[in-house]
């Protein structure tokens, strides 16, 4: 196969700009990237394996590559594949078209080949393929609940309406229903059918805490260089990135809600991406700080943590020039998942307390 010739310290990685019909997933020099996270069947494979070669056939100076992460199909399983789609694509296309596979830390090459700049984005490219709660029924339902909860710490008085909720979280109509269902004699209901909580349901907020993965999903990124940058100066190159879509949260948002918090400096930088559009973005994190590198590791000490907020609307909180605070909500899952659970139980009691 046709290698794929790209110059890394001159190609950075991208999502395409909008338009119609099929886009790929991200962008690297001339080399179209297709993301199939987790798949589990011959028909996510083969759909990609298509989009890519239909994709192709009408751009003959693109090259393109299918990214599986974590597939379910054996190796030898996809290699049986790749001999079918070898007697049924143009050999013109066959030659600027690799499949690679990637499970746990090890990238398995099943056709072409892949640039070693390319290679290097594999894991972000996976991660930024992350879905919103949207994606996952659950997850939607325990989304409608952490609006309702927001609102119910900021002591907002007015009650909301259903559209107001699916519109804030991005859901139907039945999951905001079955999300209600589930708050049961939790939620106060007004005359005109407008809702609202009218106290903490602390059962369904520790059910979230335990699985917050799925409705609070978070990739993590360590620094194992010699010179590792302290989360204030990380916050401050954050803040340069100039990207409405980002939100600094954690401890240093916590502190700004709650000035008491007892915790002495500040452990690692959490910032909160919100991408309504189902797939995280982290190609930031490279301009961020390049010795940046992602783990899966609950040993390393973590320096960065991306938590992707998947609902339709946010509601961070600006101050000032700098980057805008992620919600309390966000900020006290990003406590727990920093292991600091003293100090989100300090800050939880805070909130909870100012509602009287």
């Not at 297709?34 to 994709?55: C, I, M, N, T, W």
């Not at 079918?84 to 398995?108: D, M, P, W, Y």
């Not at 290679?119 to 409608?144: C, F, H, K, L, Y």
């Not at 259903?162 to 905001?176: E, F, K």
């Amino acid at each position: 196969m046709l290698m794929l010739h790209l110059n890394s310290m001159k190609t950075a990685l991208k999502r395409p700009p909008p338009g119609p019909g099929y886009r790929p997933d991200f962008v690297w020099g001339d080399t179209v990237v297709e993301v199939k996270a987790d798949p589990h069947s011959f028909r996510s494979l083969r759909d990609g394996l298509l989009q890519l070669a239909y994709y192709l056939a009408d751009k003959p100076d693109r090259r393109g590559l299918l990214l599986l992460g974590n597939p379910r199909l054996t190796d030898l399983a996809l290699k049986n594949e790749w001999r079918l789609a070898e007697q049924t694509l143009k050999k013109n296309v066959l030659e600027r078209l690799s499949i690679v596979a990637k499970r746990g830390n090890f990238i398995f090459t099943v056709a072409g080949e892949i640039a070693p700049g390319l290679r290097e984005q594999v894991d972000n490219m996976i991660a930024g393929e992350a879905r919103i709660p949207e994606a996952r029924s659950r997850a939607a339902t325990e989304a409608v609940f952490l609006v309702l909860l927001l609102q119910w710490f900021r002591r907002n008085k007015v009650a909301m309406t259903t559209q107001y909720l699916m519109q804030a979280v991005g859901c139907s109509y039945p999951t905001v229903a079955g999300a209600l269902r589930r708050l049961g004699s939790w939620v106060q209901r007004e005359s005109d059918r407008r809702i609202k909580l009218w106290g903490f349901p602390a059962e369904e907020w520790q059910r979230v805490v335990a699985a917050r993965e799925r409705v609070h999903p978070t990739i993590r990124y360590v620094d194992r260089s010699d010179q590792r940058r302290s989360p204030e100066e990380l916050l401050k190159r954050a803040a340069g990135l100039d990207m409405g879509e980002l939100a600094v949260g954690g401890v240093i948002a916590a502190r700004h809600y709650y000035p008491q918090l007892d915790l002495r400096g500040t452990p690692r930088l959490d910032l909160t991406l919100h991408c309504s559009n189902a797939k995280a973005d982290l190609s930031f994190v490279e301009r961020l700080d390049p010795a940046l590198e992602r783990t899966d590791s609950t040993n390393e000490p973590v320096a960065l943590a991306v938590h992707v907020l998947g609902t339709r609307g946010n509601f961070f909180t600006p101050v000032g020039d700098g980057l805008p605070l992620a919600d309390e909500v966000d900020c006290l899952l990003s406590l727990h998942d920093a292991r600091l659970d003293a100090q989100a139980k300090e800050f939880l009691d805070h909130l909870v307390t100012s509602v009287g």
